[in-house]
């Protein structure tokens, strides 16, 4: 299937990329101007016209002009806590297998990075419930939702995000999956995860081994299997002529994820310790990853 290209609106934000590769995101206004270390470019030169097109600044500079993707606009975003890169966004969501239609329940939502891909893969059909502690977190995570749908209310209707803290929130139920971007998920294990179904997949993502180990082992406590952990390295390359290697520069270490699936035997003591082990062969990447 092919779509139409769809002009640019006011209101719209546009991604002006430079020469030397420099990305600015703007929102397209009527009458405004970027101004730039190259020169001037108006808004009115976008608005009504197609995305992809090449701009010359009033100073001789050239930019082209994109909408941004959902990458883009996360790497760009104004931040409260730190966000989940897209590079991990994109594990989480095959990883813990982020469905259409899902139900999934997430802390914390931060700054709303992992909360916008986990919406777009539940689709319209899906729901997302994401709580976070701090109203300051919450309040931009809410305009950073409402800025990617440009819209004015708190954002999709498929995202229900709240203000409270998800070891002392009564949970919805029950729910697909689980997904944790906050300090201390272990604490969740218990509590949350009664929330998820059976079958269901708990992910959590987190920066350090200690807060892994301490995590793994409250999953392995309370029944999960399935427990695997791994981490993903992205590496960026120069292809120019004879220079084909990879870039200088690359973001080394951000977090680790953990999923876990919950089996029907979850917190059943009739299941031996030995019977669990068996069926969580998480032993580092033995299974296909
Ligand atoms: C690293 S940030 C999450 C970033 C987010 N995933 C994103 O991509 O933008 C962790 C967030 O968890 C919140 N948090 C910590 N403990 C929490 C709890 N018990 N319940 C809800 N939110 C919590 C923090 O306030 C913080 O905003």
Redesign the pocket.
């Known amino acids: 299937m092919t779509h139409e290209a769809q002009p640019l609106e006011e209101g719209e934000r546009v991604l002006l990329i430079d020469g030397r590769g420099r990305r600015y995101l703007i929102e397209l206004k009527a009458g405004a101007e970027f101004h730039s270390h190259v020169g001037i470019v108006g808004h009115d030169e976008l608005i009504g016209g197609d995305e992809g097109v090449t701009l010359r600044a009033s100073g001789g500079g050239r930019f082209l002009a994109f909408r941004p993707t959902l990458a883009d606009y996360i790497l760009k975003m104004k931040r409260?806590?730190?966000?989940?890169y897209p590079k991990d966004i994109g594990l989480i969501l095959v990883y813990a297998d982020i469905f259409p239609g899902a139900t999934v329940l997430e802390?914390?939502?931060?700054?709303?990075?992992?909360?916008l891909g986990l919406a777009r893969a539940v689709g319209e059909s899906g729901r997302i419930i994401s709580?976070?502690?701090?109203e300051d977190?919450h309040a931009q995570a809410v305009r950073n939702l409402r800025t990617w749908y440009s819209s004015s209310d708190a954002g999709p209707q498929n995202v229900d995000l709240r203000v409270?803290?998800?070891?002392e929130e009564s949970q919805p139920g029950p729910v697909d999956r689980i997904v944790l971007?906050?300090?201390e998920p272990w604490r969740a294990v218990g509590p949350a995860t009664d929330a998820l179904r059976s079958g269901g997949i708990l992910c959590s993502y987190l920066p350090t081994i200690p807060q892994v180990q301490q995590t793994v082992a409250a999953l392995r406590k309370s029944g999960f299997v399935l427990v695997q952990t791994l981490e993903g390295l992205v590496r960026t390359w120069n292809i120019e002529g004879a220079s084909v290697r990879p870039d200088h520069r690359m973001v080394a270490h951000t977090g680790f994820i953990i999923t876990a699936r919950k089996p029907t035997t979850y917190r059943d003591t009739k299941v031996s310790e030995a019977a669990r082990v068996g069926l969580s062969p998480d032993r580092g990447g033995d299974d296909g990853l």
């Not at 409260?80 to 989940?84: D, I, Y």
């Not at 709580?131 to 701090?134: A, D, H, P, Q």
């Not at 409270?164 to 070891?167: K, S």
């Open positions: 409260g806590a730190q966000v989940v802390a914390g939502s931060g700054s709303a990075a992992l909360t709580y976070e502690l701090r977190h409270g803290d998800v070891f971007d906050l300090p």
